[in-house]
């Protein structure tokens, strides 16, 4: 049976753009003094406006509001200095394995620039969207696909609309960004960028089953969803020509 539709008004839309801006945020840039000042005072992750809905999604907010709080209101400045460590290690240098690109985790190499940051791109450019260099920064990294969700979804008015977010959560960010959250913590030295990691992808499953609510359709399964997807395999067909005996005669 297919749940009962909810209705994304104007203030819904508006909420769920603004918590993905502010993911986006935390996931651009290093955390500065100022930035954590500004978290403790909106009692983040209390003022997100996509409330989880799930045991495990509750677990990760309160995570990130355990961390937040365990730091002094003023942290010291090597608390800062760690932190900046993680983030190049988990943003920049892909140290950890834990890249934010999404053609890295897909593809069967983990080679970048990939299938995912093309389709990204078409998505993007369909919403009259473009990354601002995508040599710094490609359509499939996680800032820019969180920037797209505040995008379409602030924009939502139909339930066209809503099932073509629903498809780019789908067949992008939904297919990898557990194993992102999952190396981060496995591997990060910070509690903060681990729940951070967690909590985003908790946000995002909250989205996709808010997404199904108002539709009144059920979520695909993953299975179902990488089926889909899956590249069909080819046939291994010898060509005729290189047949013994079916060349022409001299």
């Given at each position: 049976m297919s749940p009962s539709p909810l209705s994304l008004g104007d203030e819904y839309r508006a909420a769920i753009a603004d918590d993905a801006r502010s993911l986006a945020a935390l996931h651009d840039r290093e955390l500065t003094p100022?930035?954590?000042?500004?978290?403790?005072?909106?009692c983040f992750p209390e003022c997100l406006g996509l409330m989880p809905a799930t045991v495990s999604t509750t677990?990760?907010?309160r995570a990130m509001r355990y961390t937040l709080s365990l730091q002094a209101a003023q942290p010291h400045a090597r608390w800062f200095d760690n932190?900046?460590?993680?983030?190049?290690?988990?943003?920049?240098?892909?140290?950890?394995?834990a890249s934010p690109l999404e053609s890295v985790w897909l593809h069967d190499e983990h080679l970048t620039c990939q299938e995912a940051m093309f389709e990204l791109r078409?998505?993007?450019?369909?919403?009259?969207?473009?990354?601002?260099?995508?040599r710094k920064r490609s359509e499939d990294h996680l800032v820019l696909q969180l920037l797209y969700i505040a995008h379409a979804s602030h924009r939502a008015e139909t339930s066209d609309d809503w099932r073509a977010l629903a498809s780019m959560l789908d067949e992008h960010l939904l297919r990898w960004i557990d194993g992102f959250a999952s190396r981060v913590v496995a591997r990060s030295g910070s509690d903060f960028y681990s729940s951070l990691a967690v909590l985003t992808a908790a946000w995002l499953d909250t989205l996709r089953t808010l997404i199904a609510s108002h539709l009144g359709e059920s979520r695909p399964a993953s299975e179902a969803i990488e089926s889909r997807l899956k590249p069909r395999v080819r046939e291994n067909v010898v060509p005729l020509s290189f047949m013994p005996g079916l060349g022409p005669t001299l």
């Open positions: 100022q930035l954590f000042s500004a978290l403790r005072e909106a677990a990760a907010w932190l900046a460590a993680d983030y190049a290690a988990i943003y920049l240098t892909n140290a950890y394995g078409e998505i993007y450019a369909a919403a009259g969207l473009a990354a601002a260099n995508w």
